[in-house]
């Protein structure tokens, strides 16, 4: 278990504390490149559990997104929106989606977004 970097530990405070959305944060974790906007966790799980409420396949699992996140400390995730993982040449999904990553997974950050263009 990795020691998660205070940096970004006090950043995603930040998401957490301003209910801010417009943080752009890209990440690598697990070998992957997450690009995107931070949203603090509340905000994400309400925008998981509205998409799996809207699904005939899923409804039963948006509950579990509606439950108040049971961490009082420290943020111990990241919570992406508007993401992409970038693979080649394009980002999946080309729209951004929804993608939670553990702070102490991150091996490297940077602050921004990447995008691609064919021009």
């Known amino acids: 278990m990795s020691k998660p970097d205070e940096l970004l530990v006090d950043v ?6 301003g209910q801010s959305n417009q943080m752009s944060l890209t990440v690598v974790t697990g070998g992957a490149v997450v690009t995107g906007r931070l949203a603090p966790e509340a905000v994400w799980r309400q925008r998981v559990s509205d998409v799996l409420t809207d ?3 899923l409804r ?9 996140p049971k961490n009082g400390g420290a943020p111990t995730h990241l919570h ?3 993401a992409r993982i970038l693979q080649g040449t394009v980002g999946i999904p080309e729209t951004g989606g929804m993608y939670r990553v553990a702070i102490e997974d991150v091996g490297a ?3 921004g977004d990447f995008s691609y263009s064919d021009h």
């Open 60 to 68: 039963e699992f948006s509950a579990v997104f509606r439950d108040p």
């Open 109 to 111: 950050w940077t602050v």
């Open 55 to 57: 699904s005939d396949r």
């Open 12 to 17: 995603a405070a930040l998401v957490e504390s």
């Open 80 to 82: 992406f929106h508007v």
